[in-house]
């Protein structure tokens, strides 16, 4: 997981990221990697009932706040014993994967990691800021925080997306483009005319208000910001299109990791000689829903 973001880029004076979970006693016979957003006991079950699953990616950390004691009345403690207990490691690569850089151009390097018996090679990918802006149309996009003294490779690392259109785009034509790329029926939208156009994106996957509200752009794209935060940007006469939290980051896991982890892992084998499989959490979900 490092090779898709590596930890330096975290923001690490708040999250926590990395390998969260490595079981002392994994199973050989664990072939499948599951995929989610959100740790929650809906995914875990989801997960335990599947013995073949020997590792789980989960892009928010479930293990944030320190815990002085490991028991079963804690929903997250119960979470880490439960995937311990049946040999299943968790990682979170969180905030590193937010800042680092889109990096598909280069797919030659990859390192491997092994964990929970499955060997994973894993390519430089497309970052989830990154994949937003992808869906916008044709621009130019660039961190709106560079990084500091990123690692190698990394040079155009950092937190959020400022993308620039080559061509002005009517709002409602981006909002169309927004709801394709996430899978959404509706979003919503904060806009004192709709009918404006758009030349500047600023784009923060997941809770975007520290990092877009300094920035200077006619439009932000984010999961949520604060009531507040959404009338300074309009007193700005800056758009805000908000889609819920991690509903900017999960339509990434099939659309672009799922995808290029199954190619690069097509000719590998387990101990057991099984194919790696990966699979994306069916019932991992953002918990809010427009109805």
Sequence with gaps: MRAIAPLELAETSWDNVGVLVEPPFPSPKQNKVLLTIDLTPQVLAEALADPKIGTIVSYHPPIFRAMKRLTSDDVKQDIVLKAIARGVGIYSPHTACDNCVDG?????????????????????????NDWLASGLGKGQCKPITPATN???????????????????????????????????????????????????????????????????????????????????????????????HSNTERGYLSAVLKPRLEKQLENEKTEEGESIEILVSKVDKDPLEII
């Design 150 to 244: 990123p690692p190698e490779g990394q040079e155009e690392s950092g937190s959020g997306r400022l993308f620039t259109f080559d061509e002005p785009t009517p709002l409602m034509t981006i909002v169309e483009r927004v709801k394709k790329l996430i899978g959404l029926p509706h979003i919503r939208l904060a806009a004192l005319d709709k009918k404006k156009t758009i030349k500047t994106v600023a784009i923060c996957a997941g809770s975007g208000s520290s990092v877009l509200g300094p920035v200077q752009a006619d439009l932000y794209f984010t999961g949520e910001m604060g009531h507040h935060d959404v009338l300074a940007a309009l007193a700005q006469d800056t758009s805000v299109i908000l889609c819920d």
């Design 104 to 128: 598909g151009k280069r797919a030659e390097h990859y390192v491997w990691r092994e964990m929970c018996s499955v060997t994973l090679f894993l390519l430089y990918l497309y970052i989830v």
